[in-house]
């Protein structure tokens, strides 16, 4: 009896020690697994983002990226940048996940002092010029956002002009889908202020345009795919006329993690933090060897087909600090479409 009780014990004893040796090798399976000792914990951050944008972020947390930093996230989705940029001012959220334009359009606003936190995604120069060339890819996306009508629309391949009397889905006013859009328009001779904008989140855009309720819509991906693979096609590209590329001739910024002045300072270790956890996650996004998981990433957070997710055309993650030269442009063409009646002319801080 006591010869089976001691092996008893001693089986026990080698059972921990081989849970105790798995535990790395299955850390170290981990895109973000640290050899050093887990670091200590500055507590949580918040995020809030549009469907279409947290895949990132859920990856980086399932990757263990933050906890590699010692921080610990919180997710929201939110319908637009709007609300996420509200929830920063009451407090709801730490972070909000926007556009350099919303952004500019927010700190006009005496009671906002947007802070730039780190980047997302952008577009390459080269990106930038073929979104504007014909004849677009059929069935495969240049950019992550794209104008696109249904199948049988009688809106052509060269649609901008096409668009006048229209009614446009777009995830929000003053946005810079609505400013590329009105930029493109232009261009081809159309008057934008003739088109119907309605808001929908991108998730709403596809059964909005199946059952005829919008003419078009500005659609991110994934969900401007699924649409793709139902027959949708692309007339063109908003981003392609408004953004424009970063410092040096980088890609533009399309894409921000913002917060306030007086949040950041308040948690500035954890923010110092999260700007490294992100551009390590975006340098990750960028390798190849980390596509499969992604796509997974983006098909189990979203809800799109599993054909939707493995044809996604994945974003250049931005793997460099912004700088102020990377936006600057902007307020010159909020002024010049009309989005605002004088030139803004303070950038928002870029966290250091």
Request: charged share 15%; with cysteine; glycine share 8%.
């Amino acid at each position: 009896m006591r010869s089976v009780k001691k092996f008893s014990v001693i089986l026990s004893a080698l059972v921990v020690l081989s849970s105790a040796i798995a535990a790395p090798s299955q850390a170290a399976d981990l895109a973000c697994a640290s050899t050093t000792a887990p670091a200590k914990s500055l507590g949580t951050l918040k995020v809030a983002g549009q469907l279409t944008q947290l895949p990132s972020v859920k990856w980086g947390i399932e990757q263990g990226c933050f906890k590699k930093y010692g921080l610990d996230i919180e997710t929201t989705v939110v319908a637009t940048t709007q609300i996420g940029a509200a929830g920063l001012v009451g407090g709801s959220y730490d972070v909000s996940i926007t556009t350099p334009l919303n952004l500019f359009l927010a700190n006009a606003n005496d009671n906002f002092s947007g802070v730039i936190v780190a980047p997302r995604h952008g577009y390459t120069p080269q990106e930038l010029t073929r979104a504007k060339t014909q004849p677009f890819f059929p069935n495969e996306l240049l950019l992550q956002t794209a104008l696109i009508v249904g199948k049988n629309s009688p809106i052509g391949p060269d649609g901008w002009k096409d668009l006048e009397g229209k009614k446009v889905a777009i995830q929000s006013f003053l946005s810079s889908d609505h400013a590329g859009t009105s930029i493109a328009m232009s261009k081809f001779g159309a008057d934008y202020r003739r088109v119907e904008f309605l808001t929908l989140t991108s998730q709403q855009m596809g059964d909005a345009l199946a059952r005829g309720n919008v003419d078009a819509a500005i659609v991110n991906d994934p969900f401007a795919t699924q649409i793709i693979l139902a027959g949708g096609k692309v007339v063109g590209y908003p981003n392609a006329y408004f953004a424009e590329p970063g410092s040096k001739n980088d890609a533009s910024v399309a894409v921000v993690y913002a917060s306030l002045s007086s949040i950041t300072s308040s948690k500035r270790r954890a923010f110092k933090a999260f700007q490294a956890a992100t551009l390590e996650i975006n340098k990750l996004l960028n390798n190849p060897a980390n596509e499969t998981s992604y796509r997974k990433t983006i098909q189990d957070f979203t809800g799109v087909t599993a054909a939707a997710a493995a044809k996604v055309r994945l974003p250049y993650m931005i793997e460099r600090n912004i700088v102020a030269a990377d936006v600057s442009y902007i307020p010159t063409k909020l002024y010049k479409i009309g989005f605002t009646k004088k030139k803004i002319t303070a950038i928002p801080a870029i966290f250091r």
